[in-house]
C-alpha cells in the first residue's frame, strides 16, 4: 500500500479533518503516518477482557516504534461465564454479530489503513476475525490469554466447569453448600478467558490456524509478562503488512486454513461453537465451507491432548507443554494440516518449527498415542435434523444412545427438572425453541449440562437442543440441531416420550414418531421479542448450519 494511496488519504486531506485529528494531540508527522485502528473489547464486567486496556498500550506502542499512527475505539461484549443460564445470554451470540458490524462501521467510517484487534471472551475472538475477513484490510489479532487455573481446598486446580458442575452436585446433595462456596471463591484467580479447551481458546487457537494471530501469542496466558512483549510485535507485525501489501484477511482465510483450523478443533476436543463460529468467518471471507466438512475432518483425526473439559489439564498447562506449535507438530508429522500462510508472512509450519517444548509434558502425544481414535466432534443428519447437527463428544465414549424424549420448551424449565431430580438414567432431554431464531441468539446450555454432570447422570443422559453448548459442556450432549424449532425443524414436533435414537456412528438423529402427521396441527409460536437488537438479529439471521451469520441472502424461511 503506498503512501500516495492508503484508504486515511480520504480524510486526511481535508483541513476540518486534520483540524480534530490535532485537537487529539497528532502532528505533522503522525498525520503522515498509516493510520491504524486498534479495537479494543476492554470491559471491567469481566475477568477475560478487563486486562485488554493495559494490553493496548504495548500493541500500539509497537505500531508507533514501526511508523503508524494508532487511533483506538472500544466495542461492546458478553461475557459467556455471567451470562450463562440467565435472559442475558441471549445477547451472547447477538454480541458477535454487534462486534463484527461496530468494527466494521469504525474503520470504514475513518478511512482507517490497518486494523489491530484485542480480544478476550469468547464472541470477541470470531467477531474479530469476521471483521478482518468483512474489510480485507491489513490486520492482526491478539488473544489476551487464559485465565490462571484456580486451586481448591484440596489441591486440585479448577475452572469456571468445575462451579457450574458444583451447582448440580449440591443439588444432588453430594456436596455441601460451604463446599459450594469454596470452589466458587478459588475458581478464577484473576485476569484471562476461560481455562479449559473450551470455546475462547479453542478459538484463539483457531486464530493461530487460520493465520490472522501471530504463532505462539495467543498461547501466553493472560497474566504472563511476555504478553505485552506479544502485543508489541504484533503492532510491528500490523505495519510490516501495512507497508508490503499482504497477506491480507482473505489471503489467509482459505478452505486449506479453514481445514486446519477444523482439524485443531478436532485434535483437542475442543469447543463445538469452532463449527459454527468458522462457517461464519468463511462466509464473511466469501468461503463455501460446509458444515459436512467438519465431520470429515473429525472422523480421520484423533484426540491428541489431554484438555478439560474431557481430559486433565488447563489451557495455561497447555501453554506451558510447548502450546499450539506443538500440536501443530504433531498433526504436520501425521500429514494432517495443509502449510498455508500466516500474518507474518511466513507459513505456519515455518513458524511452528523449532518452539520449545516442556521435557516430558504429557499433555500432547503422537497420534500413535491417541486418547481417543476421532475427534472430538461429528456432524449427524436424519429425521431430527435435516440440515444437520453437532454431536460432542469429549469426555464420553457413548455413540449410541436410544431413549423416551423429555421435552422442554427453553432452558429454563429443563434446568428446573434437572434440579428438581426429574431426569432419569435412560432419557433424552431435548431443550427447543433456543435456536439463532427462536432464543432468540441460540443460548449455551451449560447450566443445565454442569447440573447432570454434578448429579452423576452425564454418562446416562443425552441432550438434544437446537440451541448451544458452552466449550466447557461434556457428555453426550447434541446441539445445533437445524431447522431449528422456530422455522418448523422436526425438533418442533416432537412430543414426551417418543423414542430417540442417536448413532454416532451412521451418523444419524432419528425419531419413532410420524411427524408428518404431526406438522398438520403445528403453528409457530409468537416471537420471543418484537422490537430491539433481538427482534432484528432474529429477522435477519440465518440457520446454524450457515454460521448463523446475518446480512446474508440465506433462505431463512
Known amino acids: 500500500m503506498s503512501k500516495t494511496n492508503r484508504p486515511s488519504d480520504a480524510v486526511k486531506r481535508n483541513a476540518p479533518a486534520r483540524a480534530m485529528f490535532r485537537a487529539t494531540g497528532m502532528d505533522d508527522e503522525a498525520l503522515a503516518r498509516p493510520m491504524i485502528g486498534v479495537i479494543n473489547t476492554w470491559s471491567t464486567v469481566s475477568p477475560c477482557n478487563m486486562h485488554l486496556r493495559d494490553l493496548a498500550d504495548p500493541l500500539k506502542a509497537g505500531i508507533r516504534a514501526a511508523g503508524g499512527t494508532p487511533v483506538d475505539f472500544n466495542t461492546v461484549m458478553v461475557t459467556d461465564g455471567?451470562?450463562?443460564?440467565?435472559?442475558?445470554?441471549?445477547?451472547?451470540?447477538?454480541?458477535?454479530?454487534?462486534?463484527?458490524?461496530?468494527?466494521?462501521?469504525?474503520?470504514?467510517?475513518?478511512?482507517?489503513?490497518?486494523?489491530?484487534?484485542?480480544?478476550?471472551?469468547?464472541?470477541?475472538?470470531?467477531a474479530a476475525a469476521m471483521a478482518l475477513a468483512r474489510l480485507n484490510l491489513p490486520g492482526v489479532i491478539l488473544y489476551g490469554g487464559s485465565i490462571a487455573p484456580g486451586r481448591a481446598k484440596d489441591g486440585r486446580l479448577i475452572t469456571i466447569q468445575d462451579v457450574f458442575e458444583a451447582v448440580g452436585a449440591r443439588a444432588?446433595?453430594?456436596?455441601?453448600?460451604?463446599?459450594?462456596?469454596?470452589?466458587?471463591?478459588?475458581?478464577?484467580?484473576?485476569?484471562?478467558?476461560?481455562?479449559?479447551?473450551?470455546?475462547?481458546?479453542?478459538?484463539?487457537m483457531a486464530l493461530t490456524m487460520l493465520g490472522l494471530s501471530p504463532m505462539g501469542a495467543n498461547d501466553i496466558p493472560a497474566t504472563d509478562p511476555a504478553k505485552h512483549a506479544a502485543a508489541h510485535r504484533c503492532g510491528e507485525i500490523l505495519m510490516d503488512r501495512v507497508r508490503d501489501g499482504g497477506p491480507l484477511p482473505r489471503d489467509l482465510i482459505t478452505d486449506e486454513s479453514l481445514s486446519n483450523a477444523a482439524t485443531l478443533g478436532a485434535a483437542t476436543a475442543g469447543s463445538t461453537n469452532l463449527i459454527l463460529h468458522l462457517l461464519a468467518i468463511a462466509r464473511e471471507a466469501g468461503r463455501d465451507f460446509q458444515l459436512a466438512n467438519f465431520d470429515a475432518i473429525a472422523a480421520t483425526t484423533p484426540v491428541i491432548t489431554n484438555l478439560k473439559p474431557g481430559g486433565r489439564y488447563t489451557a495455561v498447562e497447555m501453554s506451558e507443554a510447548g502450546g499450539t506449535p506443538l500440536i501443530i507438530r504433531t498433526l504436520a508429522a501425521a500429514d494432517k494440516l495443509h502449510d498455508t500462510m500466516t500474518v507474518t508472512g511466513k507459513t505456519l509450519l515455518a513458524e511452528a518449527a523449532d518452539r520449545p517444548e516442556k521435557p516430558g509434558q504429557d499433555c500432547v502425544v503422537p497420534l500413535d498415542q491417541a486418547f481417543k481414535p476421532h475427534g472430538g466432534f461429528s456432524i449427524l443428519f436424519g429425521d431430527l435434523a435435516p440440515e444437520g447437527c453437532?454431536?460432542?463428544?469429549?469426555?464420553?465414549?457413548?455413540?449410541?444412545?436410544?431413549?423416551?424424549?423429555?421435552?422442554?420448551?427453553?432452558?429454563?424449565?429443563?434446568?428446573?427438572?434437572v434440579q428438581a431430580g426429574q431426569i432419569q438414567p435412560g432419557d433424552v432431554v431435548v431443550i427447543r425453541n433456543e435456536g439463532p431464531r427462536?432464543?432468540?441468539?441460540?443460548?449455551?446450555?451449560?447450566?443445565?449440562?454442569?447440573?447432570?454432570q454434578g448429579q452423576g447422570l452425564g454418562a446416562d443422559v443425552a441432550l438434544i437442543t437446537d440451541g448451544r453448548f458452552s466449550?466447557?459442556?461434556?457428555?453426550?450432549?447434541?446441539?445445533?440441531?437445524?431447522?431449528?424449532?422456530?422455522?418448523?425443524?422436526?425438533?418442533?414436533?416432537?412430543?414426551d416420550g417418543d423414542r430417540i435414537t442417536l448413532d454416532v456412528a451412521s451418523r444419524r438423529l432419528d425419531v419413532a414418531a410420524d411427524l408428518d402427521a404431526r406438522r398438520a396441527n403445528w403453528t409457530p409460536r409468537e416471537p420471543a421479542v418484537r422490537s430491539g437488537v433481538y427482534a432484528k438479529y432474529a429477522d435477519q439471521v440465518a440457520s446454524a448450519s450457515h454460521g448463523a451469520v446475518t446480512g446474508f441472502p440465506f433462505d431463512k424461511s
Open 172 to 204: 444432588a446433595g453430594r456436596i455441601t453448600e460451604e463446599e459450594l462456596v469454596e470452589i466458587e471463591r478459588a475458581a478464577c484467580p484473576g485476569a484471562g478467558a476461560c481455562g479449559g479447551q473450551f470455546t475462547a481458546n479453542t478459538m484463539a
Open 390 to 417: 453437532v454431536v460432542k463428544l469429549a469426555g464420553q465414549v457413548v455413540e449410541h444412545f436410544e431413549g423416551p424424549a423429555r421435552v422442554f420448551d427453553g432452558e429454563e424449565a429443563a434446568f428446573a427438572a
Open 438 to 452: 427462536g432464543g432468540p441468539g441460540m443460548r449455551e446450555m451449560l447450566a443445565v449440562t454442569a447440573a447432570l
Open 471 to 495: 466449550g466447557a459442556t461434556h457428555g453426550l450432549m447434541v446441539g445445533h440441531v437445524a431447522p431449528e424449532a422456530a422455522q418448523g425443524g422436526p425438533i418442533a414436533l416432537i412430543e
Open 82 to 126: 455471567i451470562a450463562m443460564g440467565s435472559d442475558g445470554m441471549h445477547a451472547s451470540l447477538i454480541s458477535r454479530e454487534v462486534i463484527t458490524d461496530s468494527a466494521e462501521v469504525a474503520v470504514r467510517g475513518h478511512c482507517l489503513d490497518g486494523v489491530a484487534m484485542l480480544v478476550g471472551c469468547d464472541k470477541t475472538i470470531p
